[in-house]
């Protein structure tokens, strides 16, 4: 939610609060339109939860104060007894969010020396109102499906120019530092998008779907497989055919990354290249046996990405059937 939204929001539940208020006669109306800019939150589901919490601290708190100003009358001794009282309970009992406005609405019954039914009933209806405004506002988010839909086209993007990347590398190019910075560009668009898709989700009250935070976090988890990649590729100082084998493989994987693809086919390849490293001869030089061991790492790696896909794919289509 923009800042532009977010004002909105806040100065139309603030307005229709307290107009509300006026209207039914209660006392002290800015009050509740001060509770509905507090209530008016990112989401909606953080929205219910705090309105929820904060009615729920209301009934404790005016119950405790009650006690208080009933047994010391109302003075800062009784106010200091209720703070003491109201604070652990509300933390313990995870209502903290209902603290500050709870404790504005108990000072009403100090300022009218009184905690008759009519002030406590007056306190908890410019709760309801403050919240209950700030609920109705937010209840229309702006979808982020084509966000969401924008951020996933532009990371499986990157993620090909990523394996392009890493097969030129095998061919022999030198450019680590020109990866480095395209891994890290990548890294920040999977956290963007996870940060995205959980917002979405925390919007949806009925059918909701946590997809786009499985799909940023699969691919999260990938790009963790590529910066492992990465730092494998430049112990690789011999030109082989293995290098070239695995380099082909980095394309075809580059042209069939999206997410309808099963990686059946990529892991029946490297499985190939693994019985095509068994047959070859053992390494001469030490130099020569440093880069077949990076490279075979690098080949390891590269089946776990290829894994974390297909798992997330046949993940999926459990959830369809």
């Known amino acids: 939610m923009n800042t532009t939204i977010?004002?909105?929001?806040?100065?139309?539940?603030?307005l229709l609060a307290i107009l509300l208020a006026q209207a039914l006669g209660l006392q002290h109306p800015l009050a509740s339109g001060v509770i509905a800019i507090l209530s008016v939150l990112e989401t909606k589901q953080e929205s219910i939860k705090t309105a929820s919490a904060r009615i729920g601290s209301t009934i404790i708190g005016f119950s405790i104060a009650s006690l208080f100003f009933y047994a010391f009358g109302y003075t800062i001794l009784a106010f200091c007894l209720y703070l003491l009282l109201f604070i652990p309970i509300t933390c313990k009992g995870n209502l903290q969010s209902g603290i500050a406005p709870t404790t504005v609405l108990v000072t009403h019954f100090m300022t009218a020396m009184s905690i008759s039914w009519k002030w406590q009933?007056?306190?908890?209806?410019?709760?309801?109102?403050?919240?209950?405004?700030?609920?109705?506002?937010?209840?229309?988010?702006?979808?982020?499906?084509?966000?969401?839909?924008?951020?996933?086209?532009?990371?499986?993007?990157?993620?090909?120019?990523?394996?392009?990347?890493?097969?030129?590398?095998?061919?022999?190019?030198?450019?680590?530092?020109?990866i480095f910075n395209h891994l890290k560009h990548l890294d920040s668009k999977t956290h963007e998008m996870n940060q995205l898709a959980f917002k979405e989700y925390e919007n949806q009250i009925v059918n909701r779907s946590g997809y786009f935070i499985r799909y940023a976090?699969?691919?999260?988890?990938?790009?963790?497989?590529?910066?492992k990649i990465y730092d494998n590729l430049p112990l690789i100082k011999l030109a082989t055919?293995?290098?070239?084998?695995?380099?082909?493989?980095?394309?075809?994987?580059a042209e069939q990354l999206h997410e309808k693809n099963t990686g059946l086919q990529l892991l029946n390849d490297i499985s190939d290249l693994y019985i095509e490293f068994k047959k070859t001869d053992l390494p001469k030089s030490r130099t020569e046996f440093e880069s077949r061991a990076s490279l075979f790492q690098i080949l390891?790696?590269?089946e776990r990405f290829i894994k974390i896909k297909r798992e997330f794919y046949i993940n999926e289509q459990d959830m369809l059937d």
């Open 217 to 227: 976090q699969m691919r999260k988890e990938q790009v963790i497989v590529l910066q």
């Open 241 to 253: 055919k293995q290098n070239e084998v695995l380099a082909d493989l980095f394309i075809e994987t």
């Open 121 to 178: 009933v007056n306190g908890f209806a410019l709760m309801i109102i403050g919240v209950g405004m700030a609920l109705m506002v937010n209840s229309w988010m702006p979808s982020q499906q084509k966000e969401l839909d924008r951020l996933k086209e532009e990371i499986e993007k990157e993620m090909r120019v990523a394996l392009v990347m890493f097969q030129s590398q095998l061919l022999g190019e030198r450019n680590f530092s020109l």
């Open 300 to 302: 390891n790696d590269f």
């Open 6 to 14: 977010r004002t909105l929001k806040i100065v139309t539940a603030t």
